[in-house]
């Protein structure tokens, strides 16, 4: 027995000797020792992990030339070839990796929803369980700083710009018509339910060259990339019913919504202050289709709505109310795909179609609008290393806008097209000089076919990260926009409105708590302007300009309360333009100086419920007197909103959810409508702006069958 | 003749590159390393077997499983984030080895019950489904993988006691659970086998 023993350490021991022992020691840039790194021989076993001191050592029994792999998480990976008997007392540094998540983040001013969770302000359920919202992604983004809430018109205001300043995207594609139409005095609402999209990302000011035509914010939205299972949604609500179905397929996936609104029972339940002959009806659709190839992901979202409303509006000059009756017809399809051909290089391709109408009657005259929309874009992104990205990219824009307007037997007395073409290049680079300090470089040129001209604006972003949870970025850029469509029908000269953006941003991140804080100042020029006449807008031109400053503030507390999430927003804001038809340099009507919300919601495992509550605060807006000197020289009383929400889970398949919003029903005003002529006493005399409701009740009951009995709807509220 | 195998083992190892001995010493020192609370030299071990062996499944799906099992404990938030994105990277590699594989498909349902269970306020009801449905399917596979039936069993059970519901018939299903530990065999060398520990586990959170 000794001897093959013996015999076995003989030849044991000569295998050893055949071996090459490799060693070394492996530091970051700085010197300091990594500690874990796995080095190893590759394509062999032969490796070990380092030490405490970052010092490895092992033996190979590998000759010749061979390829030394060091890796870490966080750093980039570093290979080393070389014969094995040379690869002995390694000094090698290696470079933290700029993918990492901990490194800077170059998107300075914009707001996440969804679940990556290092960026995030918003998680998915927020969108449609923050109390007031009513399942309206863009109500639930009015609770971020940076906008200006303005409840009786429901769409996003950015910053002192006009609502049209911001522009909304599906999956980077842009939407023609976002908003639902509604009669003046009742928010309009998105038109997209919040729970097809995986994410959200929403940029108050700076964003980057592969956005074109858009003076102040964008909202770009990313829909849903699979389904997880087969399910059925039925939603029976106050206002209407729904019905939802789920379906994943092999590599595909289809999502579909069909409802229908009414909300006839409501108004006669709870009558409001417009008298509504025949309040909103319609039917909507909507649905996401995603197929997976092997290095890529197609993605098609399709939306369809057909909506009615009619009216009576009072107006103060007039004795008799106008009778208005509305019709709109919406249909959308954007469709996009994603292509890697490895990890470094990806090219997306995607294009999107919109039609958009409206029929309104008002009294015996007949107004129809329309709304033709294009876009194609295409980009090709490329990491060279790490370290540095490029991405080139083209778009073209088709929108074509008319308008008829027409008297008694259709006699016809206005009738106009405006077709233009928008083409862009844009071109946006990336370089993390350490994973710390990163720059991100853009161009864009763009060519306006009705306007003849051509632009090219830079932008700009340098962002430092001060520690692990801290960093710091200034952002520059340069935005265009066309003037709105109304001024296009003529055959005035005119250009794009522009504007100039200046950001400095400092952002606090950990799992708990969210803080940003950000300055802006923003410069416009070459505004809308014109002359008001009785008949109709002369002179009208691009001679417009303004400026617009401020101070964002966001804090969010994440379970620092047991089971309580909650955020607080306020935006103090300084703006001043002279656009449109204003004689002098004026706050518009819709820039309100200070803005807060507050938002909480928690869950109350006893009653297996959620409960949420919104406040909102704005300070007054302005308006014109013109029973006072001067232009835009009045302020309406402070604006209040408290809005609550519960929904119970009755079983995992069943939830009930009640809302109101106004719960206290603060009569809420938005200035003054004035009469054109003195009455008696020399005065003129004028009427609040009041919203149509003070409050809204909202109830509904959300039934999930699926075939999986443990899933459920909380996500759908 | 213990000593004598592992002369033996130790001596092959030491000839060939690639051969099964190798890939067996390799995985068991991998499984030891991680015995001793040694998980980054494990997980360090698994993926050089898993760079080596281009068609094995089972080094990425023990480098995910470390990095999973690891991350239940670990306090810092962006570390326990990286560790889940690590295990997810394995999965996918461990998937494109070895296709419809109930044993992956259960440790990816358990990849996002590990999700849920750092931040159940995001991921909770983004990720419900998807662990049903992972659980499911694995099952559809293989309907006696112990695992499978114990990780479905246990996910429901969170859910339960989340909606206060009486817990006996999950109990009842755990005991059946139980026994088909002992039946189930797999061919296939270092194929997962634990589990029956934590089951037990279950069994007297039940009785208690």
């Not at chain 2, 999700?115 to 659980?135: F, N, Q, S």
């Given at each position: 027995?000794?001897?093959?023993?013996?015999?076995?350490?003989?030849?044991?021991?000569?295998?050893?000797?055949?071996?090459?022992?490799?060693?070394?020691?492996?530091?970051?840039?700085?010197?300091?020792?990594?500690?874990?790194?796995?080095?190893?021989?590759?394509?062999?076993?032969?490796?070990?992990?380092?030490?405490?001191?970052?010092?490895?050592?092992?033996?190979?029994?590998?000759?010749?030339?061979?390829?030394?792999?060091?890796?870490?998480?966080?750093?980039?990976?570093?290979?080393?070839?070389?014969?094995?008997?040379?690869?002995?007392?390694?000094?090698?540094?290696?470079?933290?990796?700029?993918?990492?998540?901990?490194?800077?983040?170059?998107?300075?001013?914009?707001?996440?929803?969804?679940?990556?969770?290092?960026?995030?302000?918003?998680?998915?359920?927020?969108?449609?369980?923050?109390?007031?919202?009513?399942?309206?992604?863009?109500?639930?983004?009015?609770?971020?700083?940076?906008?200006?809430?303005?409840?009786?018109?429901?769409?996003?205001?950015?910053?002192?710009?006009?609502?049209?300043?911001?522009?909304?995207?599906?999956?980077?594609?842009?939407?023609?018509?976002?908003?639902?139409?509604?009669?003046?005095?009742?928010?309009?609402?998105?038109?997209?339910?919040?729970?097809?999209?995986?994410?959200?990302?929403?940029?108050?000011?700076?964003?980057?060259?592969?956005?074109?035509?858009?003076?102040?914010?964008?909202?770009?939205?990313?829909?849903?990339?699979?389904?997880?299972?087969?399910?059925?949604?039925?939603?029976?609500?106050?206002?209407?019913?729904?019905?939802?179905?789920?379906?994943?397929?092999?590599?595909?996936?289809?999502?579909?919504?069909?409802?229908?609104?009414?909300?006839?029972?409501?108004?006669?339940?709870?009558?409001?202050?417009?008298?509504?002959?025949?309040?909103?009806?319609?039917?909507?659709?909507?649905?996401?289709?995603?197929?997976?190839?092997?290095?890529?992901?197609?993605?098609?979202?399709?939306?369809?709505?057909?909506?009615?409303?009619?009216?009576?509006?009072?107006?103060?000059?007039?004795?008799?109310?106008?009778?208005?009756?509305?019709?709109?017809?919406?249909?959308?399809?954007?469709?996009?795909?994603?292509?890697?051909?490895?990890?470094?290089?990806?090219?997306?391709?995607?294009?999107?179609?919109?039609?958009?109408?409206?029929?309104?009657?008002?009294?015996?005259?007949?107004?129809?609008?329309?709304?033709?929309?294009?876009?194609?874009?295409?980009?090709?992104?490329?990491?060279?290393?790490?370290?540095?990205?490029?991405?080139?990219?083209?778009?073209?824009?088709?929108?074509?806008?008319?308008?008829?307007?027409?008297?008694?037997?259709?006699?016809?007395?206005?009738?106009?097209?405006?077709?233009?073409?928008?083409?862009?290049?844009?071109?946006?680079?990336?370089?993390?000089?350490?994973?710390?300090?990163?720059?991100?470089?853009?161009?864009?040129?763009?060519?306006?076919?009705?306007?003849?001209?051509?632009?090219?604006?830079?932008?700009?972003?340098?962002?430092?990260?001060?520690?692990?949870?801290?960093?710091?970025?200034?952002?520059?850029?340069?935005?265009?926009?066309?003037?709105?469509?109304?001024?296009?029908?003529?055959?005035?000269?005119?250009?794009?409105?522009?504007?100039?953006?200046?950001?400095?941003?400092?952002?606090?991140?950990?799992?708990?708590?969210?803080?940003?804080?950000?300055?802006?100042?923003?410069?416009?020029?070459?505004?809308?302007?014109?002359?008001?006449?009785?008949?109709?807008?002369?002179?009208?031109?691009?001679?417009?300009?303004?400026?617009?400053?401020?101070?964002?503030?966001?804090?969010?507390?994440?379970?620092?309360?047991?089971?309580?999430?909650?955020?607080?927003?306020?935006?103090?804001?300084?703006?001043?333009?002279?656009?449109?038809?204003?004689?002098?340099?004026?706050?518009?009507?819709?820039?309100?100086?200070?803005?807060?919300?507050?938002?909480?919601?928690?869950?109350?495992?006893?009653?297996?419920?959620?409960?949420?509550?919104?406040?909102?605060?704005?300070?007054?807006?302005?308006?014109?007197?013109?029973?006072?000197?001067?232009?835009?020289?009045?302020?309406?009383?402070?604006?209040?909103?408290?809005?609550?929400?519960?929904?119970?889970?009755?079983?995992?398949?069943?939830?009930?959810?009640?809302?109101?919003?106004?719960?206290?029903?603060?009569?809420?005003?938005?200035?003054?409508?004035?009469?054109?002529?003195?009455?008696?006493?020399?005065?003129?005399?004028?009427?609040?702006?009041?919203?149509?409701?003070d409050r809204f009740f909202f109830a509904g009951f959300f039934m999930t069958i699926g075939r999986n009995k443990k899933s459920n709807q909380l996500q759908n509220l | 003749m213990k000593q004598f195998i592992l002369f033996v083992v130790l001596f092959s190892s030491s000839f060939s590159m690639h051969g099964q001995n190798d890939f067996a010493s390799g995985m068991q020192k991998g499984l030891s390393l991680w015995g001793e609370g040694d998980t980054a030299g494990a997980i360090a071990m698994f993926e050089r077997i898993s760079q080596?062996?281009?068609?094995?499944?089972?080094?990425?799906?023990?480098?995910?499983?470390?990095?999973?099992?690891?991350?239940?404990?670990?306090?810092?938030?962006?570390?326990?984030?990286?560790?889940?994105?690590?295990?997810?990277?394995?999965?996918?590699?461990?998937?494109?080895?070895?296709?419809?594989?109930?044993?992956?498909?259960?440790?990816?349902?358990?990849?996002?019950?590990?999700?849920?269970?750092?931040?159940?306020?995001?991921?909770?009801?983004?990720?419900?489904?998807?662990?049903?449905?992972?659980?499911?399917?694995?099952?559809?596979?293989?309907?006696?993988?112990?695992?499978?039936?114990?990780?479905?069993?246990?996910?429901?059970?969170?859910?339960?006691?989340?909606?206060?519901?009486?817990?006996?018939?999950?109990?009842?299903?755990?005991?059946?659970?139980?026994?088909?530990?002992?039946?189930?065999?797999?061919?296939?060398?270092?194929?997962?086998?634990?589990?029956?520990?934590?089951?037990?586990?279950?069994?007297?959170?039940?009785?208690?």
């Open positions: 027995m000794k001897t093959i023993y013996l015999l076995l350490c003989l030849l044991l021991c000569q295998s050893v000797s055949s071996q090459t022992r490799i060693n070394g020691l492996i530091t970051d840039p700085s010197g300091l020792s990594i500690i874990g790194a796995n080095v190893f021989i590759e394509g062999s076993y032969d490796g070990s992990i380092t030490d405490v001191e970052g010092r490895f050592s092992f033996e190979t029994s590998t000759i010749g030339k061979q390829t030394l792999c060091i890796s870490y998480l966080g750093y980039e990976t570093k290979n080393i070839s070389d014969e094995v008997d040379n690869l002995t007392n390694l000094q090698i540094k290696l470079r933290p990796s700029a993918k990492v998540m901990d490194a800077v983040q170059i998107s300075g001013s914009t707001f996440k929803a969804g679940d990556n969770s290092s960026l995030a302000v918003l998680k998915p359920m927020d969108i449609v369980t923050t109390a007031g919202s009513m399942g309206d992604v863009i109500a639930s983004f009015q609770t971020l700083p940076g906008t200006q809430s303005n409840s009786e018109d429901g769409r996003l205001f950015v910053r002192g710009g006009d609502a049209d300043e911001t522009l909304i995207f599906i999956d980077g594609m842009r939407v023609f018509a976002p908003y639902t139409n509604s009669i003046g005095g009742s928010p309009s609402r998105g038109r997209f339910s919040p729970f097809l999209f995986k994410g959200m990302s929403f940029s108050t000011g700076g964003y980057d060259a592969s956005y074109g035509q858009a003076l102040s914010g964008v909202l770009d939205m990313q829909t849903a990339d699979e389904v997880n299972q087969t399910e059925t949604n039925v939603n029976l609500m106050t206002v209407g019913l729904g019905i939802g179905h789920k379906q994943a397929f092999g590599k595909s996936s289809i999502t579909a919504n069909l409802s229908y609104i009414d909300l006839g029972p409501y108004t006669w339940i709870a009558p409001n202050r417009i008298n509504q002959t025949r309040p909103y009806h319609g039917f909507s659709g909507e649905a996401v289709f995603t197929h997976k190839t092997n290095k890529g992901l197609f993605k098609s979202y399709l939306s369809a709505e057909k909506g009615r409303i009619a009216f009576e509006q009072r107006d103060i000059n007039s004795e008799v109310p106008n009778a208005l009756d509305l019709l709109n017809t919406n249909a959308y399809l954007s469709s996009s795909y994603n292509h890697y051909f490895n990890d470094k290089t990806s090219l997306f391709a995607g294009i999107s179609i919109g039609q958009n109408g409206e029929e309104i009657q008002l009294d015996s005259a007949q107004i129809a609008q329309g709304l033709d929309g294009l876009h194609a874009k295409i980009k090709a992104t490329h990491f060279f290393n790490d370290h540095f990205k490029i991405g080139l990219g083209a778009e073209h824009i088709f929108l074509s806008n008319d308008l008829s307007k027409a008297i008694g037997n259709n006699e016809l007395v206005f009738n106009g097209t405006a077709n233009r073409n928008i083409s862009a290049l844009f071109a946006e680079s990336a370089y993390f000089f350490i994973a710390n300090l990163a720059l991100k470089l853009g161009l864009r040129t763009e060519y306006h076919s009705l306007f003849g001209s051509m632009s090219i604006k830079p932008r700009m972003t340098l962002a430092q990260k001060i520690n692990k949870k801290q960093q710091i970025s200034f952002s520059f850029g340069q935005y265009t926009q066309e003037v709105g469509e109304e001024y296009l029908f003529g055959t005035e000269e005119l250009t794009n409105q522009r504007a100039n953006h200046f950001l400095l941003n400092y952002q606090y991140n950990s799992k708990k708590h969210i803080v940003r804080l950000e300055g802006f100042y923003k410069k416009y020029n070459f505004l809308i302007s014109f002359k008001q006449s009785a008949l109709a807008s002369e002179n009208v031109g691009n001679k417009g300009f303004g400026d617009a400053y401020g101070m964002d503030v966001f804090y969010r507390a994440n379970r620092v309360i047991k089971n309580t999430d909650c955020w607080i927003s306020y935006s103090w804001l300084q703006s001043e333009r002279k656009y449109k038809d204003y004689p002098s340099l004026a706050t518009p009507n819709y820039a309100t100086t200070h803005n807060l919300s507050l938002v909480a919601k928690t869950w109350i495992q006893a009653l297996s419920s959620q409960l949420s509550v919104t406040y909102s605060v704005a300070s007054g807006r302005p308006y014109e007197n013109p029973n006072k000197p001067g232009f835009m020289n009045d302020l309406s009383k402070p604006y209040q909103n408290l809005s609550l929400s519960w929904a119970y889970l009755i079983t995992p398949q069943k939830i009930l959810f009640v809302s109101v919003s106004n719960a206290t029903g603060v009569k809420n005003e938005f200035g003054y409508r004035y009469a054109n002529v003195v009455n008696g006493e020399g005065i003129y005399p004028g009427e609040i702006i009041r919203p149509n409701e | 080596a062996e281009a068609t094995a499944w089972l080094p990425s799906y023990y480098a995910a499983n470390v990095h999973i099992a690891s991350s239940f404990t670990e306090k810092d938030a962006s570390k326990r984030d990286e560790m889940l994105n690590q295990a997810k990277r394995h999965i996918e590699t461990a998937h494109q080895r070895s296709a419809k594989n109930a044993e992956i498909l259960t440790l990816e349902g358990l990849l996002y019950t590990a999700y849920v269970a750092a931040d159940p306020g995001t991921y909770a009801m983004k990720y419900a489904p998807k662990i049903m449905e992972l659980h499911d399917k694995a099952l559809s596979i293989d309907g006696e993988n112990p695992r499978a039936l114990m990780n479905k069993v246990e996910f429901e059970m969170g859910t339960a006691r989340f909606f206060n519901e009486d817990m006996t018939p999950y109990c009842e299903r755990i005991q059946i659970i139980l026994t088909k530990f002992d039946d189930y065999k797999s061919s296939v060398p270092f194929a997962p086998n634990y589990g029956k520990e934590r089951l037990i586990q279950l069994v007297e959170n039940c009785n208690s």
